[in-house]
């Protein structure tokens, strides 16, 4: 297992591996990784003859008052987990590598970037898609491998992909939570010993709305209005959105009849924002 910083270099490497006629799979995170992200790479792995996980702390995917300078960051450890799990490749390059150039593209897919976590976050997803969109190009992999924990940010990629044609495979991965039900996120480490009491209520919220669908209630205002109930009964929680939304355009919906449906929340943990859903397909 190799750490890569430059885009010559890995460029070189997938260059040779394609002599080879070796198929790649990218895996795409922003580093500190856990089992969650393992789970990407180990489909990779199995899926694919190499495997590049990037670690890239992308600045323009952070708002101006968000969390870029303290995010966490352990590429040893990091470098462990991946070649553990058989990755070849960790390609960590600094911003200024990624954007030596002028940086006036961005890429907005309208209509999915603006709602749920756009609301809060902007800009987020034109960095998301800015930043993929370099990986694709650099790395060109045949499959990328993305979680279902960021469910809008994958309906994006995904229909960023098909819109403009690039060639490579989207393929999701289902979300990986911890024995106490919460969604593994890098971000967990922020919380402290009691808000991760509190960060439970989003899965538990998330179970209960399963529940009452399950038991026919499929009115998502009902629903909603219980996960709210039960997610503001926990100190230090505050919810930015709970939505049922389509999942192809993420349109609310009003009712559950026989469409595809995910139920998302976004709920502020004390200074943490912690997203989780449940998608039913
Ligand atoms: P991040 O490093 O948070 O940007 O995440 C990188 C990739 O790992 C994204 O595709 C995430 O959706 C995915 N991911 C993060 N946490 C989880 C999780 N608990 N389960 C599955 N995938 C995850």
Excluded at 80 to 95: H, M, Q
Excluded at 141 to 156: C, E, H, M, R, W
Aim: proline share 4%.
């Amino acid at each position: 297992m190799k750490i890569v910083k430059t885009i010559d270099e890995i460029r070189n490497i997938i260059k040779e591996w394609r002599k080879e006629g070796y198929s790649v799979g990218l895996v795409p995170t922003m580093g500190y990784l856990h089992e969650g992200h393992g789970s990407l790479i180990e489909q990779s792995v199995k899926n694919n003859d190499k495997t590049v996980v990037s670690v890239f702390v992308n600045p323009t995917q952070f708002g101006p008052n968000e969390d870029l300078e303290k995010y966490p960051r352990d590429i040893e450890r990091d470098s462990k987990l991946v070649e553990r799990i058989g990755g070849d490749i960790i390609f960590n390059p600094e911003a200024s590598e990624m954007y030596s150039s002028a940086g006036f593209t961005t890429i907005k897919v309208e209509g999915l970037s603006e709602k749920l976590c756009g609301i809060t976050r902007p800009t987020h997803f034109a960095g998301v898609c800015q930043v993929v969109s370099k990986l694709f190009n650099i790395v060109t992999p045949d499959n990328a491998y993305f979680g279902l924990k960021d469910f809008q940010q994958y309906v994006i990629i995904k229909t960023m992909v098909d819109d403009l044609n690039f060639p490579v495979k989207i393929n999701p991965v289902e979300i990986v939570r911890e024995e106490s039900g919460l969604a593994m996120s890098s971000r967990n480490v922020y919380l402290t010993y009691d808000e991760r009491k509190s960060a439970l209520s989003l899965s538990i919220a998330l179970k209960t709305a399963k529940s009452l669908i399950s038991n026919r209630e499929y009115n998502s205002s009902k629903i909603i209005s219980e996960m709210k109930q039960i997610i503001n009964n926990y100190p230090y929680t505050k919810i930015d959105y709970i939505k049922i939304v389509n999942t192809t355009t993420l349109n609310d919906i009003d009712y559950i009849e026989n469409e595809k449906y995910a139920v998302l929340l976004a709920v502020y943990v004390g200074k943490t924002r912690l997203i989780d859903n449940y998608v039913c397909e």
